[in-house]
């Protein structure tokens, strides 16, 4: 799944017709790009939407990323498309927020120092201080911003103003605060959250607790995009871990520590790849 | 698992204390029995309950059934403990209702044909007439109840009538039908249901439309002991399996109704070999 | 993934260069085909080579089968590809061979019922006359041919006599004969056999005992195409299941039938669906 | 599973008869043990072979470990019981081997770190420098010991002099040399190696890249008691992850490298927990 050379990849979204996939294979192949992945789905239902995914080789490719802008949007177009255009050689920037607990973050930095997440990282930010030493082992800037009730609002948009133009993408890595709609009008599917539980199943608070209280069998952990409706939001990657009677809630919260940091890296690695379409509040993952 | 000579299997639970798997040891010790299996769990919490499953081999056990209730009686009282004996070569029979879906019976006759379950089965029963001849393949009585809304009371007044005394548990395997609270009382914690989602997620009806509109990463379907409150009762099997956009709801039909099959099967089986105990809404499973 | 309108699928693979997408995608445009699905794939080693599978809607497309086929080699020629062409309302005819064993043959049969296998099932064979019931419930004609050690080459030469043009491929739904290289060759890359082990773990005889005697945690199975090389073939689906030390050998029996027919029927969905593309004694799964 | 109180557990192995589980909840009872869990199993083959692990809360049991001894002596005798005790307030001692792969060793110290793995680690010894800066970062007291094929028997022989006395048992967490005989046999039953395969495939080298030549659709790996048969010790935990023609060796090898780290630290969760009893080059997991 790794490429080893530079990459070009499109993401694109339109009323479905006939004709769209060779018009987009006829333009990359006469600009001399080699198709390396390609992608696509229809949906079956009345008004049939098409969506793709396509790379290709920015070696040996003749646009410039402005030509390939300026040759593109006719074609976009035409078709009515919803599109957007990604450059590997240009890792996405990721701003991590944390409150206490590492696991996640542990593991998004070891997989992202050994390049198994193709990202940058230009901050962590804190409500605590306590995850400091493990952002400077790992070289990465830590910021403290505490957040009170009482001045929510002030504080994220302290935070906001901070991190204005320094990320692409924002990852919630278990940080223990809601966000407020203005904070997340401006990340539009671009906020990555880690829930604890298995979602639908256990939206809100304490999910390990009233897992332990339903007596399920499984418990699980669902990354999603953040909206305005709590833990509503476009669902990108689940995995469950399974349960007995044996565990108390704290086993379960071991378990499912396990659980979340593999289901977050995930999610994280479909979007920096940009293997991430969403569409009518639900994902398409073209993995 | 299966234990080809026949057994005693005891299912105790009780406030925790000292001084009880000794007494229980000793106790089948004296009468010559040979333990083959054991499994305990003590709740850790406030007030500590104690949970046993034991089962001896009945060949050369010196008590009759009479004999052990009479000799047992004692002992469960200066414990204070809800019990019950079961012997393996009285199988249980499970009566088994159904609509019009075929995956989950097909799935229970195929494996008792083969001895996977051990149970004998006196009916099924079906508000429609299609399953019939699936019940003759395999030689077992089929019964056509017709539920109406209208009348439902007195319809299953006249199926709880008819199958009094000839069953010690239920299946419902996709029986499309919500049973009226004097209907499960008579069977308490005797009725096995399948519901076809990952529950708490979807209770009630439509749920793989529901995770289809909901965009979920994986569907389940869950096996509980059937109680007055819809999809709540004690859950004693779970599982999922993995979907995607590509997935349309039929789709997810088909890959649930593995899962249903599996999970109801496994629920099954547990309770025809004693492995289920109920506490506070949960069960505890001695696999 | 079942798409409810005829579609027309080419599979093709080929030495990797610019324009082999653009060639097609414009081929299947200009004959007003709708794509919809497509999938591709390249070798990244030192000989690039490019696989594709694309379907297109039949409805609209203006190229009978026979202009399909005039029309497209010039493009194959040109690209070197070796390519194969399927309807989707021609069903392939599978014809099953079985032995005693009857838990993969009940599987599929109930799911080519049910309309999960878009198949057509010409025959079953089987040297032992004991499934001949299951085949008369779901009308499929059964023969019995009777195979041994001393006579095999003749008994498989009048099987592949009987069968020659029934037949687009074979099952061997736990056949247990080892099949001729002769028989091997007239079907090649179009026999699936299931093997009861994770491959290449455990190849050949009893190989659930061995997994007993080695103590695995998990026990497999694996469809594959069948070659001279006995369980040496291209591998289509692999699963396992979980076991442990309380499984004796006929519980690792009774939980390895379950993942046979998963993984059998997994196998057998991708070859009716045109997904397997074989390259090296590999396949690649376009699922 | 944690359990908070600290406990004495026994695991015991000997040959069935009636009155084993008697005589010892006997003898806990009598002195005053109360017992958490409790787990047996018997083999049913030819000679029934019997095994338990029981463990019982030290606070209010009566014997000191000395007396423990003297006063279960006798009955393991009657009994012929090979048997062992450990108290849960005194940690096994982890020495740990790596050589350059960071992932075992990582996962080993965090969960290490966060009280998920009850043990001490008195040394990580490598025949690289490279890991000594995590050794430090966890204040784990991290040797050189350069390892050559000329010199290999005297280089093991001062490590085996230098960790004499200091560890309980040892973890290879991808430690890449063979160990001769004569270290082995110092630790019978107590060097744990993660191997990158799903044994019995792929024993010995380059699992992964034999793994993608024989194009499996499942890749894993298998923590095993080392013995002198290389990758033929008793197996402790496997586990595998689904890959497919997409995979490059180097994917199988990130892909794989999250579930060695899983199986590893499943594997000495046993050992630490005295779950693991070994008989006839098996294990017998009580979890």
């Known amino acids: 799944m790794s490429l080893s050379k530079p990459t070009i990849t499109l993401l694109i979204s339109c009323p479905d017709r006939p004709g769209i996939v060779a018009t987009i294979s006829n333009f990359i192949f006469e600009h001399s790009g080699n198709i390396v992945e390609s992608a696509q789905h229809s949906t079956n239902q009345q008004e049939c939407r098409f969506f793709m995914r396509i790379s290709f080789k920015e ?57 198994e997440l193709d ?80 979602l639908p199943a256990f939206v809100g608070a304490n999910p390990y607790q009233r897992a332990f209280e339903r007596g399920v069998k499984l418990i699980g952990a669902t990354a999603h995009y953040v909206t305005d409706n709590l833990d509503e939001g476009p669902i990108i990657a689940q995995d469950v871990i399974r349960c007995d009677h044996r565990d108390s809630t704290e086993d379960l919260v071991r378990k499912g520590s396990d659980v979340e940091r593999r289901v977050l890296t995930d999610a994280v690695r479909f979007h920096t790849e940009n293997r991430v379409l969403v569409y009518e509040n639900k994902t398409l993952i073209f993995d």
């Open 59 to 115: 070696e040996g490719f003749t646009l410039t990323p402005t030509e390939l802008e300026a040759a593109f949007t006719p074609i976009a177009e035409r078709f009515y498309m919803q599109w957007s255009v990604a450059y590997s050689r240009i890792p996405k920037r990721a701003g991590i927020f944390v409150t206490k607990l590492d696991h996640c973050l542990i593991d998004l930095l070891w997989r992202w120092k050994r390049g």
């Open 119 to 198: 990202m940058d990282i230009p901050f962590i930010i804190s409500n605590h201080t306590l995850l400091e030493p493990l952002a400077q082992m790992y070289d990465v800037p830590f910021y403290h911003f505490p957040v009170a009730k009482a001045t929510r609002t002030a504080d994220e948009e302290r935070i906001l103003e901070f991190i204005s133009g320094k990320a692409d993408f924002l990852i919630l890595a278990r940080y223990m605060q809601i966000l407020e709609p203005f904070f997340v009008t401006a990340y539009p599917h671009a906020i990555i959250n880690i829930h604890h539980s298995f």
